[in-house]
């Protein structure tokens, strides 16, 4: 299958610092990209589709303003988390598609520690 | 709108015994339907996926997983279970399309023990 990279695979940050996540499709051109909260025994919550070259669209309760997205290549998507604090620690994780595929490919995730 | 179901949050089974994992999907239109494996600390690797064509399908690892339309079931099964299962398992649905976002069960974490 497609390879996707996602970097870091930890973090940890100070509060109320900004820390970027990148998700990267290494062998294919990824016109649509997820990205994905998991919290501690929970399942994956999906917080944003991004479509190259368009704004995100972030799912209901997420805050854009909070959680940029950018996907300005086929190949790269970057998720930053503005003026971290604690109670965003938590487990990223980004998937890639494209339209031939019938499904899309999960990054490594990102641990994200808040202190 | 679409949604998953996974039965069990927890399931306890002996080495050498048969893994059931149990999901169902509620899905407006046909769905393409997906197994994901969970190691700690890592991303999801795909074990299966339906998207159309035969029912039964086979995954890796000795997985299997059976799409039966009228009980809105994909069901994950693995004759024999050995330690290296023990992980978190995710069913997910979408409509066609890999394009499309995933909408995950609450998962079932599968112990197996000795």
Request: with cysteine; glycine share 6%; hydrophobic share 35%.
């Amino acid at each position: 299958g497609a390879v996707v990279s996602q970097h870091p695979s930890r973090v940890i940050c100070k509060s109320g610092t900004s820390v970027k996540i990148e998700c990267r499709s290494l062998d294919f051109q990824a016109t649509t990209m997820f990205w994905y909260r998991q919290f501690p025994k929970k399942s994956l919550m999906l917080m944003a589709t991004s479509n190259e070259g368009s704004k995100a669209t972030y799912e209901q309760g997420v805050e854009k303003d909070k959680f940029l997205i950018n996907h300005a290549s086929l190949t790269l998507s970057t998720l930053t988390v503005t003026s971290a604090h604690p109670e965003d620690s938590s487990f990223y994780i980004c998937s890639a598609s494209d339209w031939v595929n019938t499904e899309a490919f999960f990054g490594q995730g990102t641990r994200l520690t808040v202190v | 709108a679409q949604s998953v179901t996974q039965l069990g949050s927890h399931v306890s089974v002996s080495e050498g015994a048969l893994v059931l994992l149990r999901c169902n999907y509620s899905s407006s239109v046909p769905p393409y339907l997906f197994w994901y494996v969970q190691y700690p600390n890592q991303g999801l690797q795909l074990l299966l996926k339906y998207t159309t064509g035969a029912t039964l399908v086979k995954g890796i690892n000795g997985f299997e997983a059976e799409f039966k339309k009228s009980e809105t079931s994909f069901h994950l099964t693995k004759p024999s279970a050995h330690m290296s299962d023990a992980a978190e398992y995710f069913c997910a649905v979408t409509p066609s399309g890999g394009y499309n976002k995933l909408i995950f069960g609450a998962g079932t974490r599968l112990a197996v023990h000795p």
